[in-house]
């Protein structure tokens, strides 16, 4: 629907979402909820990249508890959902291998 309101610009929203069977209202309420979405998910990804240039060897879990303490947890989300980002954008830390020591046994 953006592209094609870049695209035919003349054409109003109303006629467009029109088109689809949506109304405007749904319009812009969704291109409103994906900009704000998006301009969080950049910015907590920006605080990912400054903790882990700090110390490169923080967990996901420790780094939503740190970011929680410190921007609060109205900004970050739901623990799952900050997971998830991060596994998406390939941050994720690799599971540390299992030590195996010697049984005398």
């Known amino acids: 629907m953006t592209g094609l309101r870049k695209e035919f610009p003349r054409i109003s929203v109303k006629t467009l979402c029109g088109?689809?069977?949506?109304?405007?209202?749904?319009?812009y309420k969704k291109k409103k909820t994906l900009v704000s979405r998006r301009q969080i998910q950049d910015t907590m990804l920006s605080f990912v990249q400054y903790y882990r240039s700090k110390?490169?060897?923080i967990g996901g879990l420790k780094l939503y508890n740190e970011l929680c303490s410190v921007y609060g947890s109205g900004l970050i989300g739901g623990r799952d959902a900050f997971l998830n980002l991060l596994r998406s954008r390939h941050l994720m830390l690799p599971p540390?291998?299992?030590?195996?020591?010697?049984?005398?046994?």
């Not at 088109?19 to 319009?27: D, E, H, I, K, S």
């Not at 540390?96 to 046994?105: G, I, L, V, Y």
């Open 19 to 27: 088109l689809f069977g949506m109304t405007p209202q749904a319009y």
């Open 55 to 57: 110390d490169p060897g």
């Open 96 to 105: 540390k291998k299992p030590r195996h020591t010697t049984d005398s046994n």
